[in-house]
């Protein structure tokens, strides 16, 4: 039956019905507490709610209306939508992430492969090298490095620096300059008098060798490069073999001792071939001069041979490169370096040191012409052709009486 308010009248006969306040109030107390927390009440009846007794709204979209439904579905869409950009942008992290490592990996294998063994030649190397200068217009400006040629064969106790190059590199330009210094050059190593260049390496390693050749020819070094003559051969079959045009045959005299027959021309030459002409004296009938010249051609065929590899290929192609070649240059470097040098057309000049044969206490020294020298070096300082004719000719005039070298040779790739 429906309550109607206690100060309505009712029907005839009948008594107002008096609500007693406080009783109420005290069971819609009880009926609160029989409630289980957080639990919802059902909604009062129609009647209730429209006597406004006890109102009812509920909370969020009324689902029977059709707008209410589209703009639910549309959030939830967004939602989805979401989740999916996020999970996609998670996997290309991932995957740059497992990348990314890898990458840094490898070349961190490719810069191990090319620094030296031991940190105590690393941190020597360091203290005798002399940064390069970098101009705010040009970038890096011309310096030196000095290539050494460190040939231990079996039964050796020790290295020996048979290969000496100093060569002065200029990005900028696309210039590089070689001029070989003969391994039985004669000089002063402090503490140990007069003896033959390639002493220096056997008393004070790398850093001795940096230290005698710049002090002998008065110019700063930045980089150096050893060259492992045991990987040589491993090299050049890596790369495909390097072309090389080779002045004279390596048997003139018939006393070759390298087991290898290779004649004048230009020609492809393989891992075996390229070891044998850079090694081979006692066939040439200007013994280590001709050598000095076979090791510049081969060093230059081998440089061409880089220059060549795409961008994409030369981390590979230094990889290769690292098998037999130990320096202070890192990859980055020797990228970075290669690619100014790709994007110009390089320039190679190829000189030997003036220099003659002489005996001194029964020992034979290679003695290098001071005034000729000296020229040489300004002109190669100066970024020009080393071979000054008035050089080239007094070397050739001598060459076959008394061991002269001859001059040397320019080309351009």
């Given at each position: 039956m429906q309550d109607r308010p206690h100060n309505e009248p009712g029907k005839a006969g009948e008594q107002p019905v008096r609500v007693n306040r406080a009783a109420a109030s005290h069971g819609a107390d009880a009926r609160r507490r029989q409630t289980p927390s957080g639990a919802h009440r059902a909604?009062?009846?129609?009647?209730?709610?429209?006597?406004?007794?006890?109102?009812?709204r509920p909370v969020g979209p009324d689902l029977a209306k059709s707008q209410d439904i589209i703009r639910v579905r549309k959030k939830r869409k967004k939602h989805s939508g979401r989740k999916a950009l996020l999970i996609v942008l998670a996997v290309i992290v991932c995957v740059f992430g497992v990348v990314g490592g890898a990458a840094a990996l490898y070349f961190n294998s490719i810069n191990q492969a090319l620094s030296f063994d031991d940190k105590e030649t690393i941190e020597s190397l360091k203290s005798v090298l002399e940064p390069v200068v970098v101009d705010d217009e040009r970038g890096e400006q011309p310096y030196y490095v000095l290539v050494l040629g460190s040939d231990a064969r079996e039964g050796d106790t020790a290295s020996r620096s048979d290969v000496i190059i100093l060569t002065r590199v200029d990005p900028s330009d696309?210039?590089?300059?070689?001029?070989?210094?003969?391994?039985?050059?004669m000089v002063?190593?402090?503490?140990?008098?007069?003896?033959?260049?390639?002493?220096?390496?056997?008393y004070g390693g790398a850093a001795g060798a940096v230290e005698a050749v710049s002090s002998f020819a008065g110019v700063p070094i930045s980089h150096y490069a050893e060259i492992h003559f045991e990987e040589l051969e491993t090299l050049v079959d890596m790369l495909g073999g390097v072309w090389v045009d080779?002045?004279?045959?390596?048997d003139e005299t018939g006393s070759s001792n390298s087991g290898v027959r290779i004649e004048a021309g230009e020609q492809?030459?393989?891992?075996?071939?390229?070891?044998?002409?850079?090694?081979?004296?006692?066939?040439?009938?200007r013994g280590d001069f001709q050598r000095a010249d076979n090791q510049r051609i081969?060093?230059?065929?081998?440089?061409?041979?880089?220059l060549d590899s795409s961008p994409i290929d030369l981390p590979g192609t230094v990889q290769q490169l690292a098998s037999c070649v130990s320096t202070d240059y890192g990859l980055t470097d020797i990228i970075d370096l290669a690619q100014q040098f790709q994007s110009t057309s390089v320039t190679f000049y190829s000189a030997l040191a003036p220099s003659s044969t002489t005996t001194l206490d029964g020992v034979s020294y290679v003695v290098v012409d001071p005034s000729g020298w000296a020229a040489m070096m300004e002109r190669v300082d100066a970024g020009e052709d080393p071979n000054a004719a008035g050089i080239e000719a007094t070397a050739s005039n001598e060459a076959s009486t008394e061991g002269e070298s001859p001059g040397a040779e320019a080309d351009s790739a």
């Amino acid at each position: 039956m429906q309550d109607r308010p206690h100060n309505e009248p009712g029907k005839a006969g009948e008594q107002p019905v008096r609500v007693n306040r406080a009783a109420a109030s005290h069971g819609a107390d009880a009926r609160r507490r029989q409630t289980p927390s957080g639990a919802h009440r059902a909604p009062a009846s129609g009647q209730a709610r429209a006597a406004g007794a006890s109102a009812y709204r509920p909370v969020g979209p009324d689902l029977a209306k059709s707008q209410d439904i589209i703009r639910v579905r549309k959030k939830r869409k967004k939602h989805s939508g979401r989740k999916a950009l996020l999970i996609v942008l998670a996997v290309i992290v991932c995957v740059f992430g497992v990348v990314g490592g890898a990458a840094a990996l490898y070349f961190n294998s490719i810069n191990q492969a090319l620094s030296f063994d031991d940190k105590e030649t690393i941190e020597s190397l360091k203290s005798v090298l002399e940064p390069v200068v970098v101009d705010d217009e040009r970038g890096e400006q011309p310096y030196y490095v000095l290539v050494l040629g460190s040939d231990a064969r079996e039964g050796d106790t020790a290295s020996r620096s048979d290969v000496i190059i100093l060569t002065r590199v200029d990005p900028s330009d696309g210039l590089i300059t070689m001029v070989s210094i003969p391994r039985d050059t004669m000089v002063e190593i402090e503490g140990h008098g007069r003896q033959k260049i390639n002493a220096a390496y056997a008393y004070g390693g790398a850093a001795g060798a940096v230290e005698a050749v710049s002090s002998f020819a008065g110019v700063p070094i930045s980089h150096y490069a050893e060259i492992h003559f045991e990987e040589l051969e491993t090299l050049v079959d890596m790369l495909g073999g390097v072309w090389v045009d080779v002045p004279v045959t390596n048997d003139e005299t018939g006393s070759s001792n390298s087991g290898v027959r290779i004649e004048a021309g230009e020609q492809l030459l393989n891992g075996e071939q390229a070891l044998a002409f850079a090694r081979e004296r006692y066939g040439y009938i200007r013994g280590d001069f001709q050598r000095a010249d076979n090791q510049r051609i081969l060093a230059e065929a081998i440089v061409k041979k880089v220059l060549d590899s795409s961008p994409i290929d030369l981390p590979g192609t230094v990889q290769q490169l690292a098998s037999c070649v130990s320096t202070d240059y890192g990859l980055t470097d020797i990228i970075d370096l290669a690619q100014q040098f790709q994007s110009t057309s390089v320039t190679f000049y190829s000189a030997l040191a003036p220099s003659s044969t002489t005996t001194l206490d029964g020992v034979s020294y290679v003695v290098v012409d001071p005034s000729g020298w000296a020229a040489m070096m300004e002109r190669v300082d100066a970024g020009e052709d080393p071979n000054a004719a008035g050089i080239e000719a007094t070397a050739s005039n001598e060459a076959s009486t008394e061991g002269e070298s001859p001059g040397a040779e320019a080309d351009s790739a």
